[in-house]
């Protein structure tokens, strides 16, 4: 079964609202969690790394205050897309890497399917 | 250069036979090699992963990494209609770093 779960799966918002998505890992306590951007036809891009405890950790060209992140807690990351415009539609995917001894398993979420309107 | 490459495909091959799916990448600081399967509007699967240099089967399917030329391999053997998705090889230095992806292979098997 699945050990990352994240809600929704798909979203329909409009343009300049907020939309939160959750990723929550099930079995395992995660202190970092990924999120990647997905476009159509196109590999994941790594946004952010979201550290439990402490801000998270953006890549280049990511907008920190656009795409607010949360890791609240050892099991849930949170990623806001704030002020939502139609260039955000996109499949937005977390990930938790759970734990052994190289730390190597990551395991991702279902996906969040946004689309702005 | 990207630090992952990865033929984009689509691949289309007949059931029953052996596909080969490859990656190439720059980071030598590369330790850990992964195979991920996504089906459409899913999330990635992980298939595979490994460590060093060699194969790894699991199954239908055969890990090969090879450290010296910085390639990595998927092969599925008997490949079956259900192995239709878009596999995707990732890698990733030690430690709580991220996974950096190629962009995937989309490969169709036909009954």
């Known amino acids: 079964g699945a050990v990352v779960s994240q809600h929704p799966s798909w979203v329909i918002c409009k343009s300049g609202t907020s939309v939160k998505i959750e990723c929550r890992s099930l079995?395992?306590?995660?202190?970092?969690m990924f999120w990647y951007r997905q476009f159509p036809k196109q590999s994941l891009m790594l946004m952010a790394t979201?550290?439990?405890?402490?801000?998270?950790?953006?890549e280049q060209g990511v907008e920190k205050d656009k795409f607010l992140i949360n890791h609240a807690s050892l099991t849930l990351s949170t990623l806001t897309v704030t002020s939502a415009h139609p260039e955000d539609s996109s499949f937005y995917i977390c990930?938790?890497?759970?734990?052994?001894?190289?730390?190597?398993?990551?395991?991702f979420g279902q996906g969040t399917r946004l689309t702005v309107v | 250069q990207k630090e992952v490459e990865q033929d984009p495909g689509p691949l289309s091959v007949p059931e029953g036979a052996i596909v080969s799916l490859n990656c190439t990448y720059s980071?030598?600081?590369?330790?850990?090699f992964m195979w991920y399967r996504q089906y459409s509007r899913k999330g990635p699967e992980l298939l595979m992963y490994?460590?060093?240099?060699g194969n790894k089967e699991d199954g239908r399917f055969t890990a090969q990494v090879d450290k010296s030329s910085k390639y990595i391999s998927l092969f599925i053997r008997d490949s079956q209609p259900s192995d239709s998705a878009t596999y995707l090889c990732?890698?990733?230095?030690?430690?709580?770093?991220?996974?950096?992806f190629g962009k995937g292979t989309r490969l169709s098997v036909i009954a």
């Open positions: 990930s938790a890497p759970r734990g052994g001894r190289m730390n190597t398993e990551a395991f």
């Open positions: 079995d395992f306590q995660a202190t970092t």
């Open positions: 979201s550290n439990e405890g402490s801000k998270a950790t953006y």
């Open positions: 980071n030598s600081a590369f330790q850990y």
């Open positions: 490994t460590y060093s240099s």
């Open positions: 990732a890698m990733k230095r030690g430690g709580n770093t991220p996974l950096v």
